[in-house]
C-alpha cells in the first residue's frame, strides 16, 4: 500500500482545513486508516482513526469536536476535516494504515504504511 497525503497549508487560527490520503493498491476497505501529526522536537502523535468499513472512529482529545476523520472507500482516499484551527495544530500530517483491527487506533507502532505528510501551519 503507498499512501500520498496532501492538503496542508498555511492558514489562520479559525480557519479550516481538508486533508487527504490517497491510498494505492487493491482492497481499500481491508484498512484501518489512521491520522497523526508531528510537530518540531516532539514525538509523532495521533489524531483520529477510523476502521476499513467507517463505522468506528476515534480521535486524540485535542482534536475532538473540531477534526472529523472520513474516507471513500470506492476512491480509496482518506480525508481529515480539520475545523477552527489552533497555532497547537501546526505540525506536519501523515496518514497511515494497517489492516483491519477496528480498535486501538492510538498506537503508531501497530501501522504499517505511512504517507509522507503534509504540513499544516496555522498562524496566530
Known amino acids: 500500500v503507498q499512501l500520498q497525503a496532501y492538503g496542508g497549508g498555511l492558514v489562520q487560527a479559525g480557519d479550516s482545513l481538508r486533508l487527504s490520503c490517497a491510498a494505492s493498491?487493491?482492497?481499500?476497505?481491508?484498512?484501518?486508516m489512521g491520522w497523526f501529526r508531528q510537530a518540531p522536537g516532539k514525538e509523532r502523535e495521533f489524531v483520529a482513526g477510523m476502521s476499513g468499513g467507517g463505522d468506528s472512529t476515534a480521535y486524540a482529545d485535542s482534536v475532538k469536536d473540531r477534526f472529523t476523520i472520513s474516507r471513500d472507500n470506492a476512491k480509496n482516499t482518506v480525508y481529515l476535516q480539520m475545523n477552527n484551527l489552533k497555532p497547537e495544530d501546526t505540525a506536519v500530517y501523515y496518514c497511515?494504515?494497517?489492516?483491519?483491527?477496528?480498535?486501538?487506533?492510538?498506537?503508531?507502532?501497530?501501522?504499517?504504511?505511512w504517507g509522507q505528510g503534509t504540513q499544516v501551519t496555522v498562524s496566530s
Open positions: 493498491g487493491r482492497i481499500f476497505s481491508m484498512y484501518d
Open positions: 497511515a494504515a494497517r489492516r483491519n483491527r477496528n480498535s486501538g487506533y492510538i498506537s503508531r507502532y501497530t501501522y504499517d504504511y
